[in-house]
């Protein structure tokens, strides 16, 4: 084959090219410290590098995001925790300082308003926020757990008229009655009119029997987590009659001609004030309907289904004396004493209570038959909130109405149900991907800590607190009477037995009041040791998002090592070669122009 000049330049020229770009492939790996630029430069480090990429890039979403996010709100949940924590152990040992440390109603209202800032505090902690997000409010992180001063404005009207109501459903086990005492000492201002002037009838040593007269009676009570409820005299927003709802578990219906008697389930009593009229004591004497119930074969009998509700079963209910009580007081004095004047159960709005006496107790209730699953349903409505009430869309079954205004155009009613398919919200944990198909909950709920019962217990503790403070205005009264008479005149004597009574009174209610203090004792127990659960499930949570975000630390390196073994150069190698091929070139560039200086005409 013969060899031109022509065949000589081109093969130099292609050699020449060749040789920069390979100088071009080595100064892009040196600019971008990279083997490749594009995916042809080499398939298999192409694909490796994605896979590696993507590997890097999950896991950095993973730690240096998720994990960090999950281990902030973590943080946030156990610092907050531990200030409840630490205000329970406040009240327990307020409790443990002051069961025995009162004398007066003065030394108790000071003990009582300590308590009472520590229970503010409490629920202060539920509203503890995370990047605007409230961290024991569940899925609902807009809402804080319990109401706000901006919400208390917010569902009142121009008229301080409630624009917000909730028809709460709320469940009771057996153990939730529990036992209170009341103390009647009304004689002791019997037939007193006027300081000073005391009224007898015939006979003054008659009278003489004021310390028998103070009774101390035990009571019994649903207490359900609000007080200032909606009185069944009132209508709801659309102008219906307000409903009290109560289902019993079961009835045993004796009165039926069957034996043995029929049993129903989940019997639905439907309490209202329609036409009710007020009695003597102070109450107003409800209607009582049975709704439903579910008979022996299973089925739902109602009313109007085949066969229906049997006659005695609805006969007994509606022969069932409730009434409500506007003041806490006349229903303690209806419900107690040998012949109370409320023989079935007394409803205070007011305080939240359902209250019955104890020989109501033992006709109507069986600790064998209403253990377990059985379950008492209450239903009522609340549309007076204040700040710091609980939010009831957090922990209950419960129906939101609201008036909605807008401008030009009449308020408009909005219904809202919140939790239909349970009755307490223990189904909105929050769980952060913090790696491959790995979860971790990072939320703790409000009612595995802020129980009503912590605010409830303050209402008892008022309660008492008003006792103890009008037994003894009682008996400064009495006192002060008795100074304007001889000690030998029979006024003097029967002011002294009545000042007998007023210290057999307040000897009582002081007993109550220490037994209160006693309870809650081990209540304020109970709730620490709820929330010490809580703090180490959390806690526990923690210590393993930390060893998971130790591993993904770990895997994150190994890949970004991997990824670099796999695309990133070395250094000195490229530039080993740059030296070499620039050498390269140069010795080209010569040869090829000496061997180009010369051609065949040179010898023609």
């Avoid at 149900?417 to 952060?432: H, M």
């Avoid at 103890?468 to 005149?489: C, G, H, R």
């Avoid at 307040?506 to 203090?517: G, T, V, W």
Wanted: glycine share 4%; charged share 25%; hydrophobic share 30%.
């Amino acid at each position: 084959m013969r060899m031109t000049n022509k065949i000589m330049r081109n093969n130099s020229a292609y050699n020449i090219n060749q040789n920069k770009i390979l100088q071009d492939k080595l100064t892009n790996q040196m600019t971008n410290q990279s083997k490749i630029v594009r995916p042809s430069d080499d398939p298999v480090v192409a694909i490796r590098a994605l896979r590696l990429r993507s590997n890097v890039s999950t896991i950095t979403q993973y730690n240096e995001k998720n994990a960090e996010d999950a281990k902030a709100w973590l943080s946030v949940t156990a610092d907050a925790m531990e200030t409840a924590d630490a205000v329970l152990t406040g009240l327990y040992k307020q409790c443990v300082e002051s069961a025995d440390k009162y004398e007066t109603a003065d030394d108790l209202r000071i003990h009582l308003s300590q308590m009472k800032q520590l229970t503010a505090e409490f629920y202060s902690c539920a509203n503890v926020d995370y990047a605007g997000r409230f961290v024991f409010s569940g899925f609902r992180t807009d809402l804080p757990v319990t109401f706000t001063e901006e919400d208390e404005k917010r569902m009142k009207d121009n008229d301080n008229q409630s624009l917000v109501s909730y028809n709460i459903n709320e469940s009771f086990g057996f153990e939730d009655i529990s036992k209170i005492s009341y103390t009647n000492y009304d004689k002791l201002s019997e037939n007193m009119t006027g300081v000073g002037n005391p009224s007898y009838p015939t006979g003054v040593d008659e009278l003489h029997s004021y310390e028998q007269s103070v009774t101390n009676d035990t009571l019994y009570r649903f207490r359900v987590s609000y007080n200032g409820l909606d009185s069944l005299t009132e209508k709801d927003f659309e102008g219906n009659d307000r409903k009290l709802t109560i289902t019993l578990p079961e009835y045993e219906d004796t009165e039926a001609a069957t034996n043995p008697p029929t049993v129903y389930k989940n019997v639905k009593l439907e309490i209202t004030a329609n036409g009710a009229t007020a009695d003597a004591n102070g109450g107003i004497k409800l209607n009582v309907n049975v709704v439903s119930a579910i008979g022996p074969d299973g089925k739902e009998v109602t009313a109007t289904s085949t066969p229906p509700l049997p006659t005695t079963l609805k006969d007994t209910m509606a022969a069932l004396d409730v009434q409500e009580f506007a003041d806490q007081e006349q229903a303690y004095k209806a419900i107690a004493g040998d012949q109370p004047t409320c023989t079935g159960i007394a409803f205070i709005p007011s305080t939240g209570e359902l209250v019955f006496s104890g020989s109501f107790y033992e006709e109507n209730f069986s600790e064998a038959t209403f253990k377990g699953e059985d379950s008492f349903h209450i239903n009522y409505d609340k549309s007076t909130w204040q700040n710091g009430d609980i939010n009831p869309v957090h922990y209950f079954n419960c129906m939101e109405s609201k008036m909605i205004s807008t401008p030009g155009k009449d308020p408009q009613l909005r219904k809202t149900a919140f939790n239909t398919q349970r009755d307490e919200g223990r189904d909105q944990d929050i769980y952060y991907d913090v790696g491959y198909n790995q979860q971790i909950q990072v939320n703790t709920r409000a009612d595995e800590i802020f129980v009503h019962d912590v605010q409830r217990d303050m209402d008892d503790f008022d309660h008492y607190l008003k006792e103890f403070e009008d037994i003894e205005k009682v008996i400064a009264n009495l006192t002060e009477k008795q100074k304007e008479y001889p000690e030998d005149s029979d006024e003097y004597k029967d002011l002294a037995e009545r000042i007998e009574g007023g210290n057999k009174a307040k000897a009582y209610i002081r007993e109550q009041i220490h037994s209160k203090f006693e309870n809650q004792i081990t209540k304020y127990k109970s709730y620490m040791d709820d929330t010490n659960v809580a703090m180490t499930d959390s806690g526990t949570r923690g210590s393993r998002l930390e060893l998971i975000k130790t591993r993904l630390t770990n895997q994150q390196m190994t890949f970004k090592e991997l990824q670099q073994d796999n695309e990133g150069i070395d250094i000195t190698e490229v530039a080993v070669e740059m030296t070499a091929s620039e050498l390269t070139y140069n010795a080209a560039l010569m040869a090829t122009g000496k061997i180009m200086q010369t051609n065949l005409m040179n010898y023609i």
